[in-house]
């Protein structure tokens, strides 16, 4: 019913006595756009979360075009310039994305890479995530994407009006929801899985024993999905894909004596949010080591924009002191209808804060060489939230940040006003600059694209 | 479902609906009913319990640590793996919410091999390896052959030949006992052959070989550090050089530069190595220096270039053959792993590698997949360990690839329960070993024990006498306080208290000391209705709190006398029932301040199953002006004048205010934030009045919809899916028969086990049937 990604049959007949079985996956069936160049150099897709939304007004420099900053940097945007990094990064203001039902954080949430929204019920529906379709058109690297978040949300209730998936990650593919995992987990998963003690030979052998272990797998799963209904069928194809994926990541391992070091140490902090230099440390590397292009990140999940989390690590600018006040609660600045200019201002220190730490993982990509330039000039890396003003659950009037050239594709340093225009047509932009071959992008409540003609970046 | 204590509301039509929810449950409420407002849900005698579509589970963390542990025998937690589950319905267990994206399956694999080769694995038994020549010969330098004895002297070979030995270890710190079977022959030499045996980095050690041709066993203990390394043999053999000069001093007469006994071919550098080579010697730089026929010999690598000492003409040679090496680790053997040998109890040495291996899947298997294996699938099993063993592995590395197989495959990860036909909506019962999963992971979120699956083998499960006593026997086990610790937990929010975060500032009180008793008055309560088989209406009425030193503080009574929470009644403080818990305050609060709307929709989402939807999209500028320093019950009133919040509104917000005596980390107050006099007048759409919670407690546990929606919650928990208007009658059966156990903990129980909504399944018409 909607697109998957795209697979080879080939991949699937590979031990073909074993395999026979297979159904003809939706994800087969070429429906996706293929990036042209993602062998050749590499380019990363970026996602940084902002939970809850931005504040127009706070970000909106008073000058558009090129060296907007000259007539003064909104506060919201001080991180940018005290890393230096204005001429890296270009402010994109006011846009909307798919308008319709509320639906509260979760279907925001959903809605800010796919421009879709999820349909009522438990099912994830969204389209794929833009971090995914380009994820999707560079299916040979170790990893596909990798998507990141520092706290796991866990929010009880009985929330039946739309999946708990969506609070918990913002990618997307097929349907699934790809959860966010912990820093130590992304790690091992990036780096792990090498033992300085193999042999060749035994490193051979081991790799053939797996290919068998999850042929094995795979082909018990055929046989299970053909006694199974319909609904039943879909999870086996989950799983049939998690096989699939793994596979192909044994089938890639080659014995090396040299292999990426990942040159960090992990350690871990139990108190937040000091592992997010860490996350930023792990994500560099292994862009370094192009182990994954499509990456996206949650500072926190959106439990922090509808539960319980206090910023008590951002100063409160009114009156000093650490926050104390839930950031859920501070966004809805304007409950019961009168705008609380406190709260306001609290929520634009909160924003501000996420803004720095955007620009952490910015100078840090701009500080590493690669080729004759920097990771930053082989990347776009997007710092955006899910929604304007939350106040509202609206999605209308939403800001985001792009840093990094792409390849030479972007032209950052300006600010562009989107003027009211689609959210998705900067993602489509950037799909189209990252070589993918795509019309649309997004999907409005009557079914038309979100968007079909790009935003010049 | 729908509420009954507020069901005037449904006559004025202003239903609280979103944007999602369908219009009422006109077909179930008789509004045509007596005029006093209150419509009565009418259903047949034998309403349909349709088991409706439950889409296939997979084990959840809980459930798959409680699976593991339970395979192998010990405490087993993976976890943290896993991202966490999804959540659907109130709960975590439900196959439509539960996705298997390609993280979860990495944590599948990871977890499989973890418990096999970790918690399972074959103890590492004592390093013992022999090198036999043939085999040593293929790791020598090109030509040279071992086992043979060398006279051709034509041929020169380096003064050593290392021999790295065809493994890379991973040693101990140990001792490791190096022997080796040889036998040597010299000419024109003082010095006999010699083994250098090197492991890692370690400075080698040497032993002499015999000159006396004739083969014999050495051996030498060596002392490792833990190390990862190569173990290597060093060979000091075959020499023969006119010009170069030969290393026959007696070791007397050569020291290194630290004094002690050398024969300078490593350790002696200069002008001091020719000067202790050549003690006994002439030193020279050209022939002419050395007398008769002797010439000038040197040392490339070890003295400087030009200077040597004068030597003897002729060919001088040492010579080994050897004919094994082994290196063996000394020490007592590591203990048997008896993890594994409960898992693999037969001896591949007297059945038989496959038929021994099969047996251990057989077993194995049918503990994991919760079902016997076919022989079909065992032969497939058994083709991977065979796979193994071609390779050349042990025995044991085909059995775990076995194992791994078993855990990984999705007959482990999910619960898998089969329709004849899955186009066809006809329910039919659950074959017995599907009805054995279902009871053991509702009652023990766990896998089915011996008794069940010998139940299941014989047939005999299904009838309702066995799932009574089943019921009882389960119930009274340990592992069934994982039910109301899973199921409680949930519905509760007993683990959403880990998550809050009560203002630091303006409740310097609030610490994890007070976060931990608040959980554990509210898991403790839950627990003692099942523990004591308690009627659940108290819920909502009990005056006896669980209490330790701590929460006693915070609730202004007397101590306890207790770090653990004890059952105390405290009637005076205001506090009914789980509304009176502090727990519950804080959870349903914002970090500095209540709120009466987050109360009220917790109350409704629990004990209504009737959670509001969120607020409709761009309501900005439909609000009403409030005046923010108005007590609540007035803010709340003017936002009620706009029509589109007071749909939602009238329900939640006069149960919230029923709590309104209890501040943010639920303290008793008499003030509210804003100062004015707290009031937990609740006034009910319907019109009723209610004096606080206790008023409302008592209400609530009456109120056959609330009733309904406790079977609801459990349900849902037990069977896995979603509950919707039309299963309303079949659930007021069960709370009937709920009722006539005198709502007893194990009567929701057993209404919900012998229930066809349990006992039965069907599969989705194909033509678009609705779940």
């Known amino acids: ?457 | 479902m729908y509420r009954h204590l507020f069901v005037a509301a449904l006559v004025l039509g202003a239903g609280c609906d979103g944007v999602v929810r369908q219009a009422p449950l006109d077909h179930v409420l008789d509004t045509s009913g007596p005029g006093d407002g209150r419509s009565e849900l009418v259903c047949d005698d034998e309403p349909d319990q349709d088991p409706g579509v439950v889409t296939l589970r997979r084990l959840s963390r809980v459930e798959l640590d409680n699976t593991l542990s339970s395979l192998v025998g010990t405490e087993h937690s993976t976890a943290s793996l896993f991202p966490d589950d999804a959540i659907g319905y109130g709960f975590d267990n439900i196959g439509t919410f539960q996705s298997i994206s390609p993280v979860v399956f990495e944590a599948y694999y990871d977890s499989a091999e973890t418990s096999v080769v970790d918690v399972l694995g074959a103890p590492a038994a004592l390093l013992e390896q022999r090198y036999e020549s043939e085999l040593l010969q293929a790791y020598l330098p090109n030509g040279f052959e071992v086992g043979l004895v060398y006279q051709d002297t034509s041929l020169v070979y380096p003064v050593t030949s290392y021999t790295p030995s065809p493994d890379t270890f991973v040693f101990k710190d140990a001792t490791y006992r190096v022997r080796f079977n040889a036998a040597g022959v010299v000419q024109n030499m003082l010095l006999p052959p010699k083994v250098s045996i090197r492991f890692g980095t370690q400075p080698a050690v040497y032993v002499d070989v015999s000159s006396d041709a004739t083969f014999a066993d050495y051996s030498i203990d060596v002392e490792v550090d833990a190390e990862v390394g190569q173990l290597e043999i060093g060979l000091f053999n075959g020499f023969t050089a006119t010009n170069f000069m030969p290393l026959y001093q007696p070791l007397t007469s050569c020291t290194d530069l630290n004094g002690a006994p050398d024969e300078c071919a490593n350790n002696g550098t200069g002008d001091q190595c020719v000067a202790d080579l050549c003690r006994i010697k002439t030193a020279c730089v050209s022939d002419a220096d050395c007398p008769g026929t002797q010439h000038c010999g040197t040392v490339p690598n070890h003295c400087p270039p030009g200077r040597g000492c004068c030597v003897d003409p002729g060919n001088q040679t040492r010579l080994m053959a050897v004919d094994w090496f082994q290196v063996e680790e000394l020490g007592t053997p590591p203990p048997p792993n008896p993890l594994r040998d409960a898992v693999v109890e037969c001896d591949p040495e007297t059945l038989g590698a496959p038929q021994c291996a099969r047996q251990v899947f057989s077993a194995f298997g049918t503990q994991a997949w919760r079902r016997p294996l076919t022989g079909e699938e065992l032969d497939r099993l058994l083709a991977l360990a065979e796979l193994a063993w071609d390779q050349g592995e042990e025995f044991s590395v085909g059995v775990d690839l076995g194992l791994e197989a078993i855990l990984l495959s999705p007959n482990f990860m999910f619960r898998v329960e089969l329709d004849a036909d899955p186009g066809s909506g006809e329910s039919h019962p659950l074959s017995d070993y599907e009805l054995a999963s279902r009871l053991s992971y509702f009652l023990w979120s766990g896998p089915p024990d011996e008794a069940l699956l010998s139940l299941a083998e014989a047939g005999t499960l299904g009838s309702d006498e066995v799932l009574n006593a089943q019921i009882d026997r389960m119930l009274a086990s340990p592992r069934a306080q994982e039910l109301h610790r899973n199921f409680g937990g949930q519905w509760l929010f007993v683990r959403e208290l880990d998550h809050v975060a009560p203002s630091s500032e303006i409740f310097p009180d609030f610490d994890e000391s007070l976060r931990a008793a608040m959980k554990s008055e509210l898991g403790e309560f839950f627990a003692s209705f099942q523990n004591q088989d308690r009627d659940l209406r108290e819920l909502f009425t009990t005056t006896e709190f669980y209490l330790n030193d701590r929460l006693a503080q915070h609730y202004g009574v007397e101590a306890v006398g207790s770090e653990k929470s004890v059952p105390i009644s405290v009637e005076t403080t205001g506090r009914v029932g789980i509304l009176g818990m502090s727990g519950v305050h804080t959870l349903t609060s914002a970090a500095d301040h209540t709120s009466v709307t987050k109360r009220g929709k917790w109350i409704l989402g629990q004990f209504f199953c009737d959670e509001p939807p969120p607020p409709p999209p761009d309501v900005e500028g439909l609000a009403p002006n409030v005046d923010p320093t108005a007590p609540t019950r007035v803010q709340l009133a003017q936002h009620r004048e706009n029509p589109t919040c007071a749909g939602c509104h009238l329900y939640m917000d006069p149960l919230g205010l029923s709590l309104e005596h209890f501040d943010a980390v639920g303290r008793y107050r008499s003030l509210d934030e804003n100062g004015h006099p707290a009031d937990d007048t609740a006034e009910l759409p319907d019109g009723r009045v209610l004096d606080g919670i206790a008023e409302l407690g008592p209400a609530l546990a009456e109120d056959p919809e609330v009733q309904r929606c406790v079977v609801e919650q459990m349900l849902t928990y037990a069977v896995g899916r979603g509950f919707v208007t039309k299963d309303t009658c079949g659930i007021e059966a069960l709370r009937t028969a709920w009722a006539d156990g005198s709502y007893r903990y194990s009567a929701l129980v057993r209404a919900i086990v012998l229930s066809p909504y349990f006992r039965t399944r069907r599969g989705t018409p194909s033509n678009g049937g609705t779940p």
Request: aromatic share 8%; proline share 5%.
């Open chain 1, 1 to 457: 019913m909607k697109k998957r990604w795209e697979l080879s049959r080939r991949h699937f007949l590979r031990g073909a006595g074993l395999t026979l079985g297979l159904p003809l996956l939706d994800a087969m069936v070429p429906s996706v756009a293929r990036a042209q160049d993602c062998a050749s150099g590499p380019q990363r897709l970026i996602f940084s979360f902002n939970p809850n939304g931005i504040l127009l007004d706070r970000i909106t420099p008073a000058a558009s075009g090129a060296q907007w900053w000259l007539s003064g940097v909104p506060d919201s945007l001080l991180g940018l310039q005290e890393r230096g990094l204005l001429e890296d990064v270009s402010v994109i203001t006011n846009l909307e994305n798919v308008h319709g039902e509320s639906g509260g954080h979760g279907l925001c949430a959903g809605a800010a890479l796919t421009c879709s929204l999820n349909e009522p019920g438990p099912t994830v529906t969204v389209t794929d995530s833009v971090d995914q379709v380009y994820a999707q058109a560079c299916p040979h690297l170790p990893r596909r994407s990798m998507q990141i978040g520092l706290r796991p949300s866990t929010l009880s209730g009985t929330t039946q009006t739309y999946p708990t998936a969506l609070k918990t990650t913002q990618s997307y593919r097929g349907g699934v929801a790809l959860p966010v995992q912990l820093p130590e987990q992304a790690f091992l998963s990036l780096f792990g899985n090498t033992d300085p003690s193999l042999t060749a030979e035994a490193f051979e052998a081991r790799k053939a024993r797996k290919a068998a272990l999850l042929d094995y797998v795979l082909d018990d799963a055929n046989r299970l999905r053909n006694k199974l209904g319909q609904n039943d069928k879909q999870k086996v194809d989950e799983y049939l894909q998690g096989v699939f994926e793994l596979d192909q990541r044994v089938q890639a391992e080659v014995f090396s004596g040299e292999v990426c070091d990942p040159e960090i140490q992990l350690e871990l902090s139990s108190v937040h949010p000091s592992n997010i230099d860490l996350v930023h440390d792990i994500m560099v590397r292994a862009m370094q080591c192009d182990l994954t292009r499509a990456w996206s990140f949650m500072r926190w999940g959106v439990g922090a924009s509808d539960g319980n989390l206090s910023y008590s690590f951002v100063d409160d600018p009114i009156g000093g002191g650490p926050l104390t006040e839930q950031y859920h609660n501070i966004s809805h600045y304007g409950f019961f209808g009168n705008e609380n200019e406190e709260w306001k201002s609290q929520c634009a220190a909160i924003e501000q804060w996420e803004v720095r730490q955007f620009s952490r993982l910015v100078e840090k990509m701009k500080n590493t060489p690669e080729g004759d330039g920097t990771l930053l000039d082989n990347a776009a890396v997007v710092h955006y939230a899910t929604m304007g003003s939350s106040q509202y659950h609206r999605r209308t009037e939403m800001s985001l940040l792009v840093a990094g050239r792409l390849g030479g594709t972007l032209t950052p340093g300006r600010h562009i006003p989107g003027e009211g225009g689609e959210l998705a047509s900067v993602w489509l932009a950037l799909l189209h600059n990252l070589g993918v071959d795509t019309q649309s992008f997004g999907r409005k409540p009557d079914g038309s694209p979100a968007a079909t003609s790009p935003l010049a970046l």
